[in-house]
C-alpha cells in the first residue's frame, strides 16, 4: 500500500526563468518524492514545455483589464479584455504584470455581461482577447466567445497568442481541446512569441518580424495557414510574406 503524507509544496511557474512561486497544499506518494519528481524535496517545477501547459492548471480566472473602446487591437472599434497569466515570459513584454496569473481582478458573470453590452454597440466591431495568455485562460474566454458568436451578429473576435498556430493546431498535443476549441472561435490571430530581436515599431499589429497575422477560419477550412487579408497587410512593410516566416535581423 502507497503511503500518502499532505504537506504545502511550492511550486513554481517558469517561462525563461522563474516568474511565479506559489504554495499549495498536496498528498502525494512518497514514490512521487523518491523518484525525482518533487525538486529539492518540495518544489514541483513546471515544465519549460508550453505544449505541457493547461488552462485547467494554471488559470485562476483573473483579468488584467479591460478597455472598451479602443481602435488599437485590431481593425475598427473594439474591446479589449486582457487576461492574468502567461509563461512564455518573453523579454520585453510590454505587460509583465499579466504575467501573473494571480493578477487582477477575478472575472465575474457581472464583467462578461458587460463586455457583450459594450460591444454590442453598432459602431463596435467586436472583441480582442489578449493577456497575459487567452490560450491559458480558456475558463474565462470560452463562455464569452460562444456568447458572442451565438448572441451577436457581425462581430469578429481577435486573439494574440504566444503559441504559433502550428502549436494551436498540434493534432499530437494532449490536453488540448478547449485550445482547439478557442481557436474555432477566433477569426484572426497574431501568433507567436515576441521576440525582442526582431522589433520593430512600425509592424502592423505585431511586436516582433516571426509573428503572423492570421485567417483563422480560412485557415481552418483550408487545412492550412491562410495569412490575413492575403498578406496585404505587409505592403509598405520591408519585407516579402517569405520573410515572414523567416528569422530576420
Known sequence: MKTVKTKWYRIIIWGIKPISVQFVKLSLPNQVIT???????????????????????LSKGKYADYKFPVMVDGIGVRGSIYVSGCPFNCLGCYNKKAQNFSWGKDYTQEVEDQILKDISQDYCDGITLLGGEPFLNTQVLLPLAKRIKSELTGKTIWSWSGYTFEELTDSN??????????LSYVDVLVDGRFEQDKFNPNLVFRGSWNQRIIDVQRSLEKGSLVLW????YLEGEDHTPIKLFSTRK
Open 35 to 57: 523518484k525525482g519528481y518533487m525538486l529539492r524535496k518540495r518544489e514541483i517545477q513546471m515544465s519549460k514545455d508550453p505544449m505541457t501547459w493547461t488552462a485547467e492548471i
Open 173 to 182: 498535443a494532449e490536453n488540448w481541446e478547449d485550445k482547439l476549441e478557442l
Open 229 to 232: 487579408e492575403d498578406g496585404k
